[in-house]
């Protein structure tokens, strides 16, 4: 069964510092990986996604992460931080066993300071 | 804009009574899904339908029910509300089996007394 672990609940950097929110999944098959962002009182919205192209995705809003086999990871980046990146963030995982199944992280809130 | 829409933004519902949380696309995804957000806990599948005319259960099913006449309609119906089933509901769509990654509405807020 696959799962996906967000390290972190909360993570606070300064408007201009480097954004790194970490995910590791595990995945018995070939996983696809997606990244969403939530602002308040709003829906997710999708911010990047991996289905077994490059391993280095770029998304919207200057975000990218890369899929690592190796170490099971899938984190997100951003090289600086602005203030309206303060949202809460997804990992999910989704794997085709049959059907498809998507589980999705517990979420991390991300605080930007002025 | 295309896109989902959920209908009502946010209701209080008496325990026992029923209630139907409204779910419509407009971008012809075949699979739609409804999940809830608890916090602490992130999205949790409720039900999912990956075409009209079936549906599915998901990791938390019970007290909750669905049908899918159409391409365009999900909706999600509580028998029976009780006060565990106060929680932020999400519909999502996709246009398989969630490869594309999903689509969300703008939620139901949801308060049980």
């Known amino acids: 069964a696959q799962s996906v672990t967000q390290l972190g609940s909360h993570v606070s950097v300064s408007e201009g510092a480097l954004v790194l929110l970490r995910c590791n999944y595990s995945?018995?098959?070939?996983?696809?990986l997606f990244w969403y962002v939530q602002y308040p009182n709003q829906g997710l919205q999708l911010l990047l996604k991996?289905?077994?192209?490059?391993?280095l995705v770029k998304g919207i809003n200057g975000f990218e992460a890369e899929f690592k086999k190796s170490e099971t990871s899938f984190h997100l980046t951003k090289p600086s931080a602005h203030m309206s990146d303060a949202a809460e963030y997804f990992c999910?995982?989704?794997?085709?066993?049959?059907?498809?199944?998507?589980?999705f992280g517990a979420g991390t809130r991300l605080f930007v300071k002025a | 804009t295309a896109g989902i829409t959920q209908a009502p933004t946010s209701q209080i519902l008496a325990a026992g009574r029923s209630m139907t949380l409204r779910c419509t696309q407009d971008m012809r995804h075949n699979a739609m899904y409804w999940y809830r957000q608890d916090l602490g806990l992130g999205l949790r599948l409720i039900h999912y339908s990956n075409t009209a005319g079936t549906t599915g259960k998901g990791e938390v099913p019970d007290g909750y029910s669905v049908s899918r006449a159409n391409t365009d309609d999900f909706p999600l119906t509580l028998a029976s509300a009780v006060p565990s089933q106060t929680s932020v509901y999400f519909c999502?769509?996709?246009?398989?089996?969630?490869?594309?990654?999903?689509?969300f509405g703008s939620g139901t807020r949801l308060t049980v007394v």
């Open positions: 999502a769509s996709s246009p398989t089996q969630a490869y594309y990654g999903y689509t």
């Open positions: 995945s018995s098959v070939p996983p696809y």
């Open positions: 991996y289905t077994s192209a490059a391993t």
């Open positions: 999910a995982v989704s794997v085709r066993t049959g059907g498809f199944k998507t589980i």
